[in-house]
C-alpha cells in the first residue's frame, strides 16, 4: 500500500506553531548560547523549535505548495548553526530523516503538496546536551473533503439493535454509595453502578462511576461525561453540579472508580494493557461492545432520576471519550447534543489505504511497510462494526467537536473524515496549534458550549 506522494512547492512566509517536549537522550550539538550575564559562570537555556507555515490559517487548495521554515531559540534569541533532524511528508507516513544545519535566518523545508485531500507534517528535532527537543507543525490540503475509507456493514444497525435489545431486558439494579468528602455545600457527590449487557456469555456486567447532582431540590439537566484511554480512579464534576446540573462521570472496565492508585497501575501494565484490541477478532467479544453497551445504560441511570427534568440529556469526552461520546449519540436518541474533542477509533482502515488512521493505531504499518496485525481480515470486519465513524452517520443532535491539526495521537486526517460524514448541527473549532490535549481555551469553549445548549448561559 503506497501512501499519497508530495510534490515541492514554494510561497511565502508565516509564523504557525511552536511546540517543545524534551527526551532524555544523548546531544550532538555543542554551541554557546550567546554571552554569559555577570556574575553567572554559565548559561543555561530551554531551547524553542520553532516550525512555520506559509500559510496564516495552516489551509491550503489542492495543488498548492506548502513551505515549512524553522528556527531554534534560546531565551528568545535565534541561534546560529544548530544541528538538527527533519521528517516531512503526509502524516504518518513522512519522508527518512534528514540531517541540515539552521542559521538564525532560519531553514526553509519544501513541503510539497498533495493532489488529495489530507495533511503534510513537518517534524523537527534538536539534541543539546542530552535532551532532545522537538517542533512541530501540520498543513491541511482541503480537510473539508476528506472521506472515510472504513465501510458501514449493512446489518450495522441491526447488530446495534440487537444488542442494546438484550441489554434492555437486565434490570438496572442501580446501587449509590454517598462519599461526603468529596460533597460541596450545593452538590452531592455519590459512587455509583448499575448492571450492564455485553458481559461473559452476554450475560450482565457492571458499570461504576461518580454521580453529582444539586442538594436543592428540583428538576435539573443531565451531562454524562465519558472517559479518555487507560485506567485511573475517577471523581466527578461539581462544576456543572453548582451550575444546576446532574452529572454521572463513567469508567468503563467494570471496576470501582474510587479505589488506589497503585491498583490501577497495576491493572494498567498488567490485565487491561492494550485492552483496546482485546479480541479485536471478534465483533461479538471485542472489547468495546461491553464499553458502548455500558455508555447507553449510563444515560439510563442518569434518565431513571428523579430529579432528571426529562428533557436535556448531553455527552462529553475527549479522546476515547471522543469516541464514546459520538457512538453513545449515535446509538441513543435521547441524547439531546454532544460535545466531542479530538475523538479516537475514528477511521482506522486508512493506513490500509495509504494515510493516517485514528488511536489505537493497529493497521499502521511498521519501518518494513508490513501492517503488525493478524488475523487482518477478521480484525478488519469487526472494526466496522466499532469504528467512529459509522456511528457518526447517525447522529441527529447538535455537535460541538474540537481539534488542532498537530494532533499525533488522533491524527486531523481521520477526525476530519469523520466530521465531514455528520449531517446534524455542528460546530467545529479548531485550536490549530494544539497536539493531543485539553488546553484551558478549549476547556472555558466546552464548557460555555454545553451550559448554552443545556439553556444555562
Given at each position: 500500500m503506497k501512501p499519497q506522494k508530495s510534490?515541492?512547492?514554494?510561497?511565502?512566509?508565516?509564523?504557525?506553531?511552536?511546540?517543545?517536549?524534551?527526551?532524555?537522550?544523548?546531544?550532538?550539538?555543542?554551541?554557546?548560547?550567546?554571552?554569559?550575564?555577570?556574575?553567572?559562570?554559565?548559561?543555561?537555556?530551554?531551547?524553542?523549535?520553532?516550525?512555520?507555515?506559509?500559510?496564516?490559517?495552516?489551509?491550503?487548495?489542492?495543488?498548492?505548495p506548502a513551505r515549512f521554515t524553522v528556527r531554534v531559540f534560546a531565551d528568545e534569541t535565534p541561534l546560529n548553526g544548530v544541528e538538527v533532524s527533519y521528517k516531512v511528508g503526509p502524516e504518518f507516513f513522512e519522508n527518512e530523516a534528514v540531517e541540515a544545519i539552521v542559521g538564525a535566518e532560519g531553514l526553509i523545508i519544501e513541503g510539497?503538496?498533495?493532489?488529495?485531500?489530507?495533511?503534510?507534517?513537518?517534524?523537527?528535532?534538536?539534541?543539546?546536551?542530552?535532551?532532545?527537543?522537538?517542533?512541530?507543525?501540520?498543513?491541511?490540503?482541503?480537510?473539508d473533503q476528506i472521506e472515510p475509507t472504513q465501510v458501514?456493514?449493512?446489518?450495522?444497525?441491526?447488530?446495534?439493535?440487537?444488542?442494546?435489545?438484550a441489554q434492555s431486558k437486565i434490570p438496572l439494579d442501580a446501587q449509590l454509595t454517598l462519599l461526603p468528602n468529596e460533597c460541596t455545600a450545593t452538590v452531592n457527590v455519590y459512587h455509583v453502578s448499575f448492571a450492564t449487557g455485553g458481559?461473559?456469555?452476554?450475560?450482565?456486567?457492571?458499570?461504576?462511576?461518580?454521580?453529582?447532582?444539586?442538594?436543592?431540590?428540583?428538576?435539573y439537566p443531565a451531562v454524562l461525561m465519558v472517559p479518555g484511554a487507560g485506567v485511573r480512579s475517577y471523581s466527578g464534576n461539581t462544576y456543572f453540579g453548582e451550575r444546576g446540573v446532574i452529572t454521572l462521570q463513567i469508567g468503563i472496565h467494570g471496576i470501582p472508580v474510587n479505589l488506589s492508585d497503585e491498583l490501577y497501575t497495576q491493572l494498567k501494565s498488567g490485565a487491561l494493557s492494550g485492552y483496546w484490541?482485546?479480541?479485536?477478532?471478534?465483533?461479538?467479544?471485542?472489547?468495546?461492545?461491553?464499553?458502548?453497551?455500558?455508555?447507553?445504560?449510563?444515560n439510563d441511570f442518569l434518565v431513571s432520576r428523579?430529579?432528571?427534568?426529562?428533557?436535556?440529556?448531553?455527552?462529553?469526552?475527549?479522546?476515547?471519550?471522543?469516541?464514546?461520546?459520538?457512538?453513545?449519540?449515535?446509538?441513543?436518541?435521547?441524547?439531546?447534543?454532544?460535545?466531542?474533542?479530538?475523538?479516537?477509533?475514528?477511521?482506522?482502515?486508512?493506513p490500509l489505504h495509504g494515510r493516517a488512521g485514528g488511536w489505537p493505531h493497529m493497521f499502521q504499518p511498521n519501518k518494513e511497510g508490513v501492517s503488525p496485525v493478524e488475523p487482518l481480515e477478521e480484525m478488519i470486519?469487526?472494526?466496522?462494526?466499532y469504528d467512529t465513524v459509522n456511528f457518526a452517520r447517525g447522529i441527529t443532535v447538535p455537535g460541538y467537536y474540537g481539534w488542532g491539526y498537530n494532533d499525533v495521537t488522533c491524527p486531523p486526517t481521520s477526525t476530519f473524515a469523520l466530521f465531514n460524514t455528520i449531517t446534524a448541527p455542528k460546530e467545529l473549532k479548531l485550536l490549530l496549534e494544539m497536539g493531543h490535549s485539553h488546553p484551558p481555551e478549549q476547556s472555558a469553549a466546552v464548557k460555555s458550549w454545553i451550559l448554552e445548549a443545556l439553556h444555562l448561559e
Amino acid at each position: 500500500m503506497k501512501p499519497q506522494k508530495s510534490r515541492n512547492g514554494s510561497n511565502l512566509l508565516i509564523l504557525v506553531f511552536v511546540i517543545l517536549c524534551t527526551d532524555m537522550c544523548s546531544g550532538a550539538n555543542d554551541f554557546a548560547l550567546g554571552p554569559v550575564p555577570s556574575p553567572a559562570t554559565e548559561r543555561l537555556a530551554t531551547l524553542q523549535v520553532r516550525v512555520s507555515l506559509d500559510e496564516g490559517d495552516w489551509t491550503y487548495e489542492l495543488g498548492q505548495p506548502a513551505r515549512f521554515t524553522v528556527r531554534v531559540f534560546a531565551d528568545e534569541t535565534p541561534l546560529n548553526g544548530v544541528e538538527v533532524s527533519y521528517k516531512v511528508g503526509p502524516e504518518f507516513f513522512e519522508n527518512e530523516a534528514v540531517e541540515a544545519i539552521v542559521g538564525a535566518e532560519g531553514l526553509i523545508i519544501e513541503g510539497g503538496t498533495l493532489e488529495v485531500p489530507g495533511f503534510i507534517r513537518c517534524t523537527v528535532t534538536v539534541e543539546y546536551r542530552g535532551i532532545t527537543y522537538r517542533g512541530l507543525a501540520t498543513a491541511g490540503f482541503a480537510p473539508d473533503q476528506i472521506e472515510p475509507t472504513q465501510v458501514e456493514p449493512e446489518d450495522f444497525d441491526d447488530f446495534w439493535e440487537g444488542q442494546l435489545e438484550a441489554q434492555s431486558k437486565i434490570p438496572l439494579d442501580a446501587q449509590l454509595t454517598l462519599l461526603p468528602n468529596e460533597c460541596t455545600a450545593t452538590v452531592n457527590v455519590y459512587h455509583v453502578s448499575f448492571a450492564t449487557g455485553g458481559g461473559n456469555d452476554r450475560g450482565s456486567a457492571r458499570i461504576y462511576g461518580i454521580y453529582c447532582e444539586p442538594k436543592a431540590p428540583g428538576k435539573y439537566p443531565a451531562v454524562l461525561m465519558v472517559p479518555g484511554a487507560g485506567v485511573r480512579s475517577y471523581s466527578g464534576n461539581t462544576y456543572f453540579g453548582e451550575r444546576g446540573v446532574i452529572t454521572l462521570q463513567i469508567g468503563i472496565h467494570g471496576i470501582p472508580v474510587n479505589l488506589s492508585d497503585e491498583l490501577y497501575t497495576q491493572l494498567k501494565s498488567g490485565a487491561l494493557s492494550g485492552y483496546w484490541n482485546s479480541r479485536i477478532d471478534s465483533r461479538e467479544h471485542f472489547y468495546y461492545r461491553r464499553v458502548y453497551l455500558g455508555c447507553v445504560r449510563a444515560n439510563d441511570f442518569l434518565v431513571s432520576r428523579e430529579n432528571w427534568d426529562g428533557q436535556n440529556l448531553v455527552v462529553t469526552g475527549g479522546s476515547q471519550g471522543g469516541q464514546l461520546t459520538i457512538v453513545t449519540s449515535g446509538l441513543d436518541k435521547r441524547v439531546t447534543a454532544l460535545a466531542a474533542m479530538y475523538p479516537a477509533f475514528t477511521d482506522v482502515t486508512g493506513p490500509l489505504h495509504g494515510r493516517a488512521g485514528g488511536w489505537p493505531h493497529m493497521f499502521q504499518p511498521n519501518k518494513e511497510g508490513v501492517s503488525p496485525v493478524e488475523p487482518l481480515e477478521e480484525m478488519i470486519k469487526t472494526t466496522a462494526y466499532y469504528d467512529t465513524v459509522n456511528f457518526a452517520r447517525g447522529i441527529t443532535v447538535p455537535g460541538y467537536y474540537g481539534w488542532g491539526y498537530n494532533d499525533v495521537t488522533c491524527p486531523p486526517t481521520s477526525t476530519f473524515a469523520l466530521f465531514n460524514t455528520i449531517t446534524a448541527p455542528k460546530e467545529l473549532k479548531l485550536l490549530l496549534e494544539m497536539g493531543h490535549s485539553h488546553p484551558p481555551e478549549q476547556s472555558a469553549a466546552v464548557k460555555s458550549w454545553i451550559l448554552e445548549a443545556l439553556h444555562l448561559e
